[in-house]
């Protein structure tokens, strides 16, 4: 299963990049069957994401740093799925993009919902992943480049979202590298 999740997880934000940039070709993103789709993907992928961010931490010894990273990990994930959840249920219920907009303003109003679901708790998610790609980068247990990709991969979006399936490639690559070594044999295996 973690085996899976290493390559399941970055294809799956694959699949929401493409959806969104689909769904975008009308010059709107959702109501639609594009954004559901690609709503859904990404929330699989944040599901495999906590087998991911356990095995990290085993990988990375279990000691105190990586164990904060995995808490911090699940707060980020918990507010982003939270999010994509908000996103999916507007979409559902809006009939057209603009009625969408007005749900959405609603939510933001609500206080506290901007910080804690669409600005700063999500965020630790990606800091948490860094945190811990790089302490294993530190410990020589993934290759060099595995932290570079790791970091494009959320901070590409940050350029432009379309830029999301390209973030997800750099993802796949360092997270295929990271599959093999899943277990107990691959934890004490130093990269090259």
Known sequence: MKKFAFIAAPLLVLAYGVLRLIDGLDGERGPGFAWTAGHLAFLAALALFVPIFLELRRMAGKGAFATGSVVVAFVGIAAVSVQFAIDIVVGLLSPDHASMGVRFDAIQAIPG????????????????????????????????WTPILVVLDFTLPFIDLDLIPLGAICLLISFVQLSRQVGPRGAHALAA
């Open 113 to 144: 919902v901007e910080f804690a679901i669409y600005g700063g708790l999500p965020l630790l998610f990606y800091v948490a992943q860094a945190a811990l790609i790089i302490q294993l980068a530190v410990q020589r247990k993934v290759k060099v």
